[in-house]
Structure formats: structure tokens, C-alpha cells
């Protein structure tokens, strides 16, 4: 996630909530491979995510 402020500085976020800023200029395109690591990583994310919700509404019971 990315977000632009009225500076031109740019606010990103990884999935896991970690931030930090970045000027215009030190930013560049994902490669294919860095996009893939990034989709993975919310994927599971995702899923890590949805199977908690599933638990704490008894949907995983033993």
C-alpha cells in the first residue's frame, strides 16, 4: 500500500502494517519476482487471517 503526501514523500506499508517513508526519487518499479514475494506474502496473510476468524466462530472445532 502506498500513499502520497503534499510533500511528494511517500507513505509505504507492507502487509504486516510495517511503514516507512520514501522520497519520489528512491522509489522504482517491483520486479516480476519482488511482485510475486509480495502477492504470496498477503496471500497467506489471507488465509492465516481467515482461518482465525474461522476458529473464534467455532467453525474449527476438536
Do not use: F, K, N
Request: hydrophobic share 35%; net charge neutral.
Amino acid at each position: 500500500m502506498r500513499q502520497t503526501h503534499r510533500d511528494g514523500t511517500v507513505l509505504l506499508i507492507t502487509p504486516t502494517g510495517y511503514a516507512w517513508t520514501a522520497a519520489p526519487g528512491d522509489m522504482r518499479s517491483a520486479t516480476e519476482e519482488e511482485r510475486a514475494a509480495y502477492d504470496a506474502q498477503v496471500c497467506g496473510i489471507q488465509w492465516e487471517r481467515d482461518a482465525l476468524y474461522r476458529q473464534l466462530r467455532g467453525g474449527a472445532r476438536s
